[in-house]
């Protein structure tokens, strides 16, 4: 890994923090990845990327105060980010917040990333807002 790299050296070689943190974060060393995140971060204080799979690592180790105020800081910096508007309106959910979460619900649908990856989220997206407009509890999970 590349902490233990650094520490005892790495023949010259630039760690990818961001890369090692996102590997991490798949293979569930979540408090792990969160430190990649953070080293990734520091190399790069206004990456949102960073900052949304900081926010995911949060998430995931149920930081989710965390992981509202880190989704809130990529919004700050780039308001039409797609991914910060999905993870924060589901987390919103989990908090009761329907209303709120609606809002960015709407803002995700509004620019909605492409890929077929992304279209498994664009309808669970417009399923959890129709349900919301119904009056039905959603399922909050993102």
Known sequence: MGIWKKLFGNDGDRIDYYREGVELLNVGKYHEALTSFRLA???????????????????????????????????????????AHYGLAFLLLRQGRADEASGHLRAFLAA??????????????????DELARGVAPDAEA
Not at 56 to 61: F, G, P, Q, V
Not at 112 to 129: F, K, V, W
């Open 41 to 83: 971060l520091r190399d790069s204080p206004n990456d949102v990327a960073v900052m949304q799979q900081i926010a995911i690592a949060y998430t995931r180790i149920g930081m989710t105060d965390e992981a509202v105020k880190t989704y809130r800081t990529v919004l700050a910096t780039q308001p039409a980010s797609a991914g």
């Open 112 to 129: 909605p990333p492409d890929g077929a990856e992304a279209q498994r989220h664009i309808a669970h997206a417009q399923e959890t807002l």
